[in-house]
């Protein structure tokens, strides 16, 4: 299974990335014109086993931040701009260098932050035994509009449940997903409320 996941990660990510090239370009450079450098944001997540590795995003927030330097809350940041290329997942398609380096597979539980890992409990870490994936099981069942805790359930049943097949079904339904633009924050959130730990 694991070889010839590799193998699709390579071939799947490779094929996106020539096929995509021009919207990629195209995407850095309005960005830049817009949002001013870097147009890339890269954050360090967690990865498979919990070992930190450097996402690549688009960038889709300011850098504001308040008299006292501290950066204003995402949702005050997050540009018209940026709320587009969120609502059909564009600011994920740089993710696809992090599958050709094999930080990431195309499928599996999103990467979070590095300092959410010490707040998961046995079942929550079961996420970190896969590489982290550009869409995922939680993806096409609720995204960022389903709670914490039903986010890391459907992350550990992937896990248990993960073949070639169901990963297919996920990057077909991730497709409509997308089209359909469904998910994309929880309420009143840029994305989804910070993870404080287990019974928050």
Known sequence: ??????????????AAIVILSPALIALYFMIRKRMGTPALFIHERAGLNGKPFKLYKFRTMTDARTKEGELLPDAERLTPFGKTLRKYSLDELP?????????MSV?????LLMEYVPLYNEEQRRRLGVKPGVTGWAQINGRNAISWDKKFELDAWYVENQSFALDCKIILKTALKVFK????????????????????
Do not use: Y
């Open 1 to 14: 299974m694991k070889m010839l996941k590799r193998s699709f990660d390579l071939l799947f990510s490779s």
């Open 107 to 111: 499928v599996g539980p999103r990467p």
């Open 95 to 103: 993710q696809f260098l992090n599958v050709l380096a094999g930080d």
């Open 181 to 200: 633009s469904e998910g994309i924050s929880a309420d009143n959130e840029a994305t989804m409320p910070r993870f404080t730990g287990n019974g928050q």
